[in-house]
């Protein structure tokens, strides 16, 4: 299919899925590298496609599409280096089609209990349903604190799932997004930095 290929899910919407997809494939758009984001989100929530219509400019490298099925994902992909997959909001079998043909996976979640806990429990079926427990990586999203982030790392470590990544929360990154930026963008260099270090984290 492509070289690489990412799988970003979640069961919940505002866990920060789209957010991290949009910014991990754009950081390696931004590298010269050919990359599509195949938005697989049916929901009515903000989609890769949203983002990208209203991104300023056009990066030429950087395909953003939405598809029905990931054989269409399959045919479509051949030429390009990186694949980035914005799953669906819910689990189910396109989930594990995905799941199947990524290199590596990754759950947003925010750090409250109702966030970590359908996340985790993702995680953990998609392992139990054969999917190879080290493609799997959980990432926390809009963390207000230290204790709350270390809480969350500690909770999920007891279920065997480990954090790539995490970011915390500041209206900075929602400016960017809503102008079709991706986190690392952001005008603020403290939070600049910070956005870096997160998608640094989701790429692996």
């Known amino acids: 299919m492509a070289r690489k290929v990412y799988a970003l899910f979640n069961q919940k919407g505002g866990a920060g899925k ?15 590298k050919k990359v599509l984001l195949a938005d697989m989100d049916r929901s009515q929530q903000m989609t890769g496609e949203d983002w990208y219509d209203i991104r300023p400019g056009v990066l030429e490298n950087l395909t953003v599409k939405n598809f029905r099925s990931i054989a269409d994902v399959a045919i479509f992909a ?10 669906g909001p819910n689990s189910n079998e396109l989930t594990l089609e995905i799941a199947d043909v990524a290199d590596r996976i990754i759950i947003p979640t925010g750090t ?14 998609l392992i139990a349903s054969g999917v190879d427990h080290k493609k799997v990586h959980m990432a926390l999203y809009k963390t207000m604190s230290d204790a709350e982030e270390q809480g969350a790392v500690e909770a999920l470590g007891k279920k065997g799932l ?3 990544a ?3 929360y500041s209206p900075g990154y929602a400016l960017a997004l809503d102008a079709g930026k991706g986190l690392q963008e952001t005008s603020f260099p403290t939070l600049k930095a910070a956005a870096i270090l997160y998608v640094k984290g989701l790429r692996g």
Not at 78 to 87: C, N, P, Q, R, Y
Not at 112 to 125: C, H, M, V
Request: aromatic share 8%; charged share 25%; hydrophobic share 40%.
């Open 18 to 32: 789209t957010s991290s997809a949009c910014s991990l494939a754009l950081s390696y758009a931004l590298e010269g």
């Open 78 to 87: 051949k030429d390009f280096d990186i694949v980035v997959f914005d799953g």
């Open 166 to 168: 995490s970011l915390k």
């Open 162 to 164: 480990k954090v790539c």
């Open 112 to 125: 409250t209990r109702f966030d970590l806990r359908p996340s985790a429990r993702l995680a953990l079926d």
